[in-house]
């Protein structure tokens, strides 16, 4: 495994253990619909709100352009990964 994934690993299970500790956690267990090129139905997950001047969710699932996974990234838009997002949201 990279150095650099090992380090954002790191900061997520850090990110994690903060927040549990901290808030109250509602767990989602269900079975995601199956939409692939759902592009345009990705609602506030894929356009953010503008209402709380938020950006969208989905960004951070986003890999860094240095990665070079540009053409995977439209796995992305698909409905199971819009419930997904939503839910670790």
Known sequence: ???A?????????KQANKIKAEESITVVIGNPPYKE???KRGGWIVEGSS???????LNAWLP????????HVKHLHNLYIYFWRWATW
């Open 51 to 57: 209402a709380n001047n938020e950006p969208p969710p």
């Open 37 to 39: 090129k759902a592009l």
């Open 5 to 13: 994934t090992k380090l954002a690993i790191a900061e997520s299970r």
């Open 1 to 3: 495994m990279a150095p």
């Open 64 to 71: 860094p352009k240095d990665w070079k996974l540009g053409t």
